[in-house]
């Protein structure tokens, strides 16, 4: 029973498609994350939702559109996608209503565009 | 916006010795500072994390300490294994962890 799960672990697509991420967390926590490690292992915050709602956005291109349906999903939708989108994104949530606040990641997503 | 900057980016070891990172942040307002360890493929997991009123902790052979004042924290670990190899990364955040800024890393190699 995987805590914070992502769909699908690879990506493989042309320059331009439109593709999407999906997350899921099974912990009860009112906060998802996605998070882009390039291919020199940075790893940048892009969003984060609380309660369905977004409190931070980073300065990520608008193709880039995160959806929650619900507390427990958080997808990643990527339109006209370029070649310096392909990196390692990765989901993650946590519980923020009270401090000691662990980040729970996902297995990550490996997107590569051609 | 919070900078964290963490080094070195790589380091070697012998099995059996210590190894430390540091990480320096530039937001006073941090209070929030995890570190994580990734192996290989696989995701970043939490090791040890400390808040701005605590100095130091400990967890077996891993330690953090947390110089408020300088801005500055560092990860300790004694008695290296080859199974410590990973990429290391520190992070700082508000008091609720939810805007995290990580460091850029730190490949440790321990060998046998």
């Known amino acids: 029973d995987t805590a914070v799960s992502q769909t699908p672990k690879y990506l493989v697509t042309q320059m331009g498609n439109d593709k999407s991420i999906k997350c899921e967390q099974n912990l009860g926590h009112d906060t998802m994350y996605w998070y882009k490690q390039d291919s020199k292992k940075f790893l940048k915050i892009m969003f984060s939702?609380?309660?369905?709602?977004?409190?931070i956005n980073e300065t990520v291109p608008n193709r880039f559109s995160p959806k929650s349906p619900d507390k427990a999903h958080l997808n990643l939708h990527i339109n006209s996608l370029e070649l310096g989108d392909s990196a390692v994104y990765f989901c993650a949530s946590s519980q923020v209503r009270a401090p000691g606040n662990e980040q729970f990641f996902g297995p990550g997503t490996r997107l590569t565009v051609l | 916006g919070e900078n964290v900057e963490q080094h070195p980016s790589t380091l070697s070891v012998q099995e059996g010795d210590s190894a430390v990172i540091k990480c320096t942040y530039s937001d006073s307002a941090s209070n929030y500072f995890p570190w994580y360890k990734q192996e290989l493929g696989k995701r970043p997991q939490l090791i040890i994390d400390i808040r701005s009123n605590v100095g130091e902790k400990k967890d077996q052979r891993i330690a953090v300490t947390l110089n408020k004042t300088a801005k500055h924290f560092s990860l300790h670990i004694t008695e290296t294994q080859p199974e410590d190899s990973a990429v290391y990364f520190c992070?700082?955040?508000?008091?609720?962890?939810?805007?995290?800024?990580f460091g850029a890393g730190t490949r440790l190699t321990v060998k046998p």
């Open positions: 939702y609380n309660n369905k709602e977004l409190i």
């Open positions: 992070a700082a955040s508000n008091y609720w962890g939810n805007d995290m800024r």
